[in-house]
């Protein structure tokens, strides 16, 4: 894996208010990071200033290695960006439009169609080359948003809320073209939704008044997993020594949060609960202290 | 990279109805000019003329043609700009690999397609008479070179206006504030006469409609235009350092 974004202290302000401030991370090849926050946390502006759109008030950003401040054209040939609204020319139509921003992005002219085709294709929008921009849905003007941003194959793929105001069906579906696109390039995505973090990123940053209140992994399991159980019935007692698990607390809403043991897996637990002639209804992972985390990031946020 | 956003920039004023809108009330105007010139000068008060027929048509229509573009070339102008940062379309141009003098030049030159389309109108109603007239081609195309100078001249200005607001209206209203200033100036009295005199773009176009191409008049338009553009340069630089 190789490191696509490092950045040393990188902090913005806006005259008296600060953006964000202080910010260090490296980013690898194949690594999906969501920056996540609820409204005015500094997602945006980090974002806009690592597309180069904001030059940063202090500190070092580095794309592929090359100092985004000193070499701002060198830095932006590796970047795609999608900004929260879709930058879109309502008067184009979809295949011309990405065609100028394959052109903006100093594509060879002899390689433009085939990497507008190309874009169009991963993103879902063959045969819409002629429709015009300004008739299309907010989930189509996503995606062509999407696919301006990777019609250059950028190594660092730059989403501004990107599933934003999309009905659940466009969710599933740009959720997919990121994982999709994870492959080849690194991804830095805002959102100020913990479930869309949890389930496209590979690691989250949580954002609070502009500073990070906690980093995570989300693709390595906990040293000891806990999943939420449901069973049929209410919760008997003794319910530790019958399912064999580390520790087991009722919560106040009938669940159950079981800490396995280290070697145990949720199909064994299941298992055992059905052994037990519990009955169960429901067993998911539980990612407790991030979400406990987010909305004490949250309840900071609406105290100030 | 320039002739890709130009390029752009063209075609988007004429797939709006702006560019037509402006083009055919141009049209009009100048029509109505036209044909007044010419009752003037071959009508019943012929025999009070004291210019030629070219020099007639040099400074009425191409001098009103100017006076047009000062209103049309704000206009367009705030689209280009001032819209673009409002919904958010320039951050396209913010994020990919193109120096901020690319865009502007570009947008510049987009502009002044348009302006060359405006510019054709009076050339080609002065040419129309060319065959039985007997015009002096070359004084006509010297009028023709002033305007398209001073409707680039006003793009730049309006730009620059345009870099300063994200609302087109404020910006529009900025352009017009500038470019009246720029029409007045030249009617300064007192000791720094000549500098505001030297600043009034119509006493540079007045030499072009009198078939006069001075070098040094080609250096006002460039001068002026340059400087505008290095201003709207600096506040697009600004916005970025916030």
């Known amino acids: 894996m190789d490191e696509l974004l490092s950045l040393r202290a990188l902090t913005r302000r806006f005259g008296e208010r600060l953006a964000f401030v202080g910010l260090d991370l490296e980013l690898m090849r194949g690594e999906v990071l969501g920056l996540l926050g609820a409204n005015g946390a500094g997602k945006t502006s980090c974002l806009r200033v690592l597309s180069g759109n904001l030059a940063p008030s202090s500190g070092e950003a580095r794309v592929c290695g090359i100092d985004l401040a000193r070499s701002p054209l060198k830095a932006k040939r590796h970047i795609g960006y999608l900004p929260e609204r879709p930058p879109l020319y309502p008067d184009m139509r979809v295949g011309e439009y990405?065609?100028?921003?394959?052109?903006?992005?100093?594509?060879?002219?002899?390689?433009?169609?085939?990497?507008?085709?190309?874009?169009?294709?991963?993103?879902?929008?063959?045969?819409?080359?002629?429709?015009?921009?300004?008739?299309?849905?907010?989930?189509?003007?996503?995606?062509?948003?999407?696919?301006?941003?990777?019609?250059?194959?950028?190594?660092?793929?730059?989403?501004?809320?990107?599933?934003?105001?999309?009905?659940?069906?466009?969710?599933?579906?740009?959720?997919?073209?990121?994982?999709?696109?994870?492959?080849?390039?690194?991804?830095?995505?805002?959102?100020?939704?913990?479930?869309?973090?949890?389930?496209?990123?590979?690691?989250?940053?949580?954002?609070?008044?502009?500073?990070?209140?906690?980093?995570?992994?989300?693709?390595?399991?906990?040293?000891?997993?806990?999943?939420?159980?449901?069973?049929?019935?209410?919760?008997?007692?003794?319910?530790?020594?019958?399912?064999?698990?580390?520790?087991?607390?009722?919560?106040?809403?009938?669940?159950?949060?079981?800490?396995?043991?280290?070697?145990?897996?949720?199909?064994?637990?299941?298992?055992?609960?059905?052994?037990?002639?519990?009955?169960?209804?429901?067993?998911?992972?539980?990612?407790?202290?991030?979400?406990?985390?987010?909305?004490?990031?949250?309840?900071?946020?609406?105290?100030? | 990279m320039i002739l890709t956003i130009a390029r752009r920039e063209w075609q988007a004023a004429f797939l709006s109805p702006l560019a037509w809108v402006l083009l055919a009330v141009n049209q009009v105007i100048l029509a109505w000019i036209f044909l007044r010139v010419l009752e003037a000068h071959s009508g019943l008060q012929a025999a009070g003329r004291a210019a030629s027929l070219t020099q007639?048509?040099?400074?009425?229509?191409?001098?009103?043609?100017?006076?047009?573009?000062?209103?049309?070339?704000?206009?367009?102008?705030?689209?280009?700009?001032?819209?673009?940062?409002?919904?958010?379309?320039?951050?396209?141009?913010?994020?990919?690999?193109?120096?901020?003098?690319?865009?502007?030049?570009?947008?510049?030159?987009?502009?002044?397609?348009?302006?060359?389309?405006?510019?054709?109108?009076?050339?080609?109603?002065?040419?129309?008479?060319?065959?039985?007239?007997?015009?002096?081609?070359g004084l006509i195309l010297a009028a023709t070179l002033g305007l398209w100078l001073t409707g680039v001249l006003f793009a730049a200005v309006a730009l620059f206006a345009s870099s300063l607001s994200t609302q087109p209206g404020v910006a529009a209203v900025a352009a017009y504030g500038i470019l009246v200033l720029l029409s007045v100036l030249g009617r300064a009295g007192g000791e720094a006469v000549s500098l505001f005199e030297w600043l009034s773009w119509s006493e540079h176009l007045y030499g072009f409609l009198l078939g006069m191409v001075r070098t040094s008049d080609l250096l006002y338009f460039v001068l002026l235009t340059g400087f505008f553009l290095a201003l709207a340069h600096r506040r697009l630089a600004n916005r970025r350092l916030g």
């Not at chain 1, 990121?178 to 989250?204: F, G, K, N």
């Open chain 1, 98 to 304: 990405l065609t100028y921003c394959a052109r903006l992005h100093r594509i060879p002219e002899v390689r433009v169609a085939g990497a507008v085709a190309r874009a169009m294709q991963r993103c879902g929008l063959e045969g819409a080359e002629r429709r015009p921009l300004a008739t299309l849905s907010k989930g189509w003007r996503q995606r062509v948003g999407i696919a301006q941003a990777i019609v250059h194959e950028p190594d660092l793929l730059l989403l501004d809320e990107p599933t934003d105001g999309l009905d659940p069906v466009q969710i599933r579906a740009v959720r997919d073209l990121i994982r999709a696109l994870s492959a080849h390039c690194a991804i830095v995505l805002s959102s100020h939704l913990l479930p869309e973090v949890q389930a496209v990123c590979s690691r989250v940053l949580i954002m609070s008044q502009g500073r990070v209140v906690h980093e995570a992994r989300l693709d390595v399991e906990p040293a000891a997993p806990r999943y939420r159980l449901r069973t049929a019935g209410p919760a008997p007692p003794g319910l530790v020594g019958a399912l064999g698990a580390e520790s087991a607390e009722v919560l106040p809403d009938g669940s159950v949060l079981v800490a396995l043991r280290a070697g145990d897996s949720p199909a064994a637990l299941a298992e055992r609960v059905m052994a037990a002639g519990l009955g169960l209804a429901e067993l998911s992972p539980e990612r407790g202290d991030l979400e406990a985390v987010f909305f004490a990031a949250l309840a900071g946020e609406q105290a100030a």
């Open chain 2, 56 to 137: 007639e048509l040099s400074l009425n229509l191409f001098g009103f043609a100017a006076v047009l573009a000062l209103v049309a070339a704000p206009l367009l102008a705030v689209r280009v700009l001032s819209g673009e940062l409002r919904d958010g379309s320039f951050e396209l141009l913010g994020a990919a690999p193109v120096r901020l003098a690319e865009i502007l030049l570009g947008k510049l030159l987009g502009l002044a397609g348009v302006i060359s389309a405006a510019g054709l109108l009076p050339l080609f109603m002065a040419l129309a008479l060319a065959p039985i007239a007997g015009l002096d081609l």
